[in-house]
T-cell receptor, first 109, second 114 residues
């Protein structure tokens, strides 16, 4: 059974810093991996989707990488801003989407 | 226009009651889901429907019964509510089969069972 782990559980950085969030999964037979953002009291917003045949995806200041063989993905956020404060979840798609527990990011002004 | 909308946003009820949560998507997607997010914020799939047919049913008590009248709607009915059912329930949809498409989420229904 697929297990998804996110480290760290919480991260606090000063504004302007570049940062990396980590996601690992146990079964490499996946269709894709998605990174989501969740704001308090809100639903999840899909940030990036990487198909299993891809190595990375970029959107603005966000870059997500995927290494299926090692069961890892990273989400890189450049020049962080206070508005980036949220919980970031990764999810791997096989027969359905399996979610990690998330990393709660705080960007201090 | 909200792509995936669910109602109500908050639901407070007594143990033993029966309640329903409604979900509608206007994206033309074939697949809809219900997820449960517990107090530790862990998100776990409950059900997945593709074109009104159940395709995933995780280990969920049979007090939970999804109903899909058409592919744009997936409602969740819960019988005999228990304290442990308190959580945030999210509806989601994707264009096609689960695991292969971008997921779009509703804003969640916070259920509190007293």
């Amino acid at each position: 059974k697929q297990e998804v782990t996110q480290i760290p559980a919480a991260l606090s950085v000063p504004e302007g810093e570049n940062l990396v969030l980590n996601c690992s999964f146990t079964d490499s037979a996946i269709y894709n991996l998605q990174w989501f953002r969740q704001d308090p009291g809100k639903g999840l917003t899909s940030l990036l989707l990487i198909q299993s045949s891809q190595r990375e995806q970029t959107s603005g200041r966000l870059n997500a990488s995927l290494d299926k063989s090692s069961g890892r993905s990273t989400l890189y956020i450049a020049a962080s801003q206070p508005g980036d404060s949220a919980t970031y979840l990764c999810a791997v798609g096989d027969n359905d989407m399996r979610f990690g527990a998330g990393t709660r990011l705080t960007v201090k002004p | 226009d909200t792509a995936v909308s669910q109602t109500p946003k908050y639901l407070v009820t007594q143990m033993g009651n029966d309640k329903s949560i409604k979900c509608e998507q206007n994206l033309g997607h074939d697949t809809m889901y219900w997820y449960k997010q517990d107090s530790k914020k862990f998100l776990k799939i409950m059900f997945s429907y593709n074109n009104k047919e159940l395709i995933i049913n995780e280990t969920v008590p049979n007090r939970f019964s999804p109903k899909s009248p058409d592919k744009a709607h997936l409602n969740l009915h819960i019988n005999s509510l228990e304290l442990g059912d308190s959580a945030v329930y999210f509806c989601a949809s994707s264009l096609r089969a689960p695991g292969n498409e971008k997921l779009f989420f509703g804003s969640g229904t916070q259920l509190s069972v007293l």
